[in-house]
């Protein structure tokens, strides 16, 4: 295709936007978005959900474009930055560990063989059972704020909330001549 058809074809879409422009406007550029994608290394799968996403974004927001001379531009900007969300995203994503999958295969913790955690088990029944059970897994299981939000299915946000709150809960409970003591220990 050359660029004076691709020209015509982008022109009669900012022009008239409606559902037979678009279809021109998609086979035109989807092929060229896709291939952008997968020239920084996106999953060919992947690339085309993402060149999609672009051409939504383009069907809903080509009204917006002031200088039709820039479309061309303008696309690959909003490709761009559908890439660097994709990227960004891959980026903060953290491996896990299905633990209901494991079955029998893990024994369960005994808390009263821990010593102090026999001590941390007293003061867990000043918890509700969402933040004692969030307490055992940061404290006793030494899981990272990430694991345990991912785990309960739930923001880490709220994770260091009931973490925080736990703590303000508790502090109540204990005397500052136990923990005087301890320190010296």
């Given at each position: 295709m050359t660029n004076l058809q691709e020209s015509e074809i982008m022109e009669r879409f900012l022009e008239q936007a409606d559902d037979g422009s678009f279809?021109?406007?998609?086979?035109?550029f989807s092929p060229q978005l896709v291939a952008f994608f997968r020239r920084r290394g996106v999953e060919n799968g992947?690339?085309?959900?993402?060149?999609?996403?672009?051409?939504?974004?383009?069907?809903?927001?080509?009204?917006?474009?002031?200088d039709h001379k820039l479309f061309r531009a303008w696309l690959f900007k909003v490709a761009r930055n559908a890439a660097f969300r994709y990227f960004g995203q891959r980026?903060?994503?953290?491996?896990?560990?299905?633990?209901?999958?494991?079955?029998?295969?893990?024994?369960?913790?005994?808390?009263?063989?821990l010593g102090p955690a026999s001590e941390f088990?007293?003061?867990?029944?000043?918890?509700?059972?969402?933040?004692?059970?969030?307490?055992?897994?940061?404290?006793?299981?030494?899981?990272?704020?990430?694991?345990?939000?991912?785990?309960?299915?739930?923001?880490?946000?709220?994770?260091?909330?009931?973490?925080?709150n736990s703590k303000k809960k508790l502090a109540v409970h204990l005397s500052p001549v136990r923990v005087v003591e301890r320190r010296a220990a």
């Open positions: 279809d021109a406007v998609f086979r035109t992947v690339a085309e959900d993402l060149a999609q996403e672009v051409m939504f974004t383009v069907y809903r927001k080509a009204g917006q474009l002031r980026m903060r994503e953290v491996p896990t560990v299905d633990l209901t999958d494991m079955g029998d295969l893990l024994p369960a913790p005994n808390y009263s063989a088990n007293d003061w867990m029944k000043f918890l509700d059972a969402q933040e004692g059970e969030t307490m055992k897994l940061r404290f006793i299981e030494e899981w990272e704020y990430h694991e345990i939000a991912a785990a309960q299915a739930i923001p880490i946000g709220t994770v260091q909330w009931r973490v925080f």
